[in-house]
């Protein structure tokens, strides 16, 4: 369900009709019982008051291209929610960033190009592309000190789990 959220960043303008929007869509998706894809820019209070007001446990989701401090990653956690990395870590200057995602459990992440937008280094200032998620990956087994295809296949299963999928493929029978 979404991209649903708020952005405080870029639309100032209609801060009620987001709100308003973002709790149909916590309703819809608890009611239809898929997970929420969770857009949140300088946004977190707002964005975790209305979650934890409308019970959200169940409906668990995504924060999409996660950008917040630990302990707003941590209110998303204890909600059952994934957090999902995009290419805005690898920047020169998301030193912060980086310090959090390490400390976020693996179990819990999900890699994204948000593509066209966010590329990641090496390729930064160059038009995104879905395939860059390979680079997201690397970035981030250098950094977990974690083997690339295991982190791969971590991630993966992250996925298939959040979103009740079954894969056709037989290393992922254990799900
Ligand atoms: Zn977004």
């Known amino acids: ?44 209070k707002d964005t975790i008051k209305i979650l934890q007001s409308e019970k959200s446990k169940g409906c668990k989701g995504i924060l999409h291209s ?10 998303f956690l204890d909600m059952g929610f994934y957090i999902s990395i995009s290419g ?19 179990n819990r992440i999900l890699l994204e190009t948000d593509s066209p937008y966010l590329t990641p280094f090496p390729y930064r200032g160059k038009e995104n592309q879905p395939s860059y998620v390979y680079y997201i990956a690397k970035y981030l087994s250098n950094l977990l000190k974690i083997d690339l295809e295991e982190l791969s296949y971590i991630t993966s299963k992250n996925f298939f789990k959040l979103f009740n999928l079954k894969k056709n493929n037989s290393i992922f029978e254990d799900i």
């Open 66 to 75: 996660f950008n917040y401090d630990f302990k707003t990653a941590s209110k």
């Open 1 to 44: 369900m979404g991209e649903t959220g708020l952005d405080y960043f870029y639309q100032k303008k209609n801060l009620k009709d987001q709100i308003k929007l973002f709790y149909k869509h916590i309703y819809l998706s608890k009611k239809i019982n898929k997970p929420l894809i969770i857009h949140s820019r300088n946004a977190n």
């Open 88 to 106: 805005i870590f690898t920047f020169k200057n998301s030193i912060e960033l980086r310090s959090v995602i390490k400390k976020i459990p693996l």
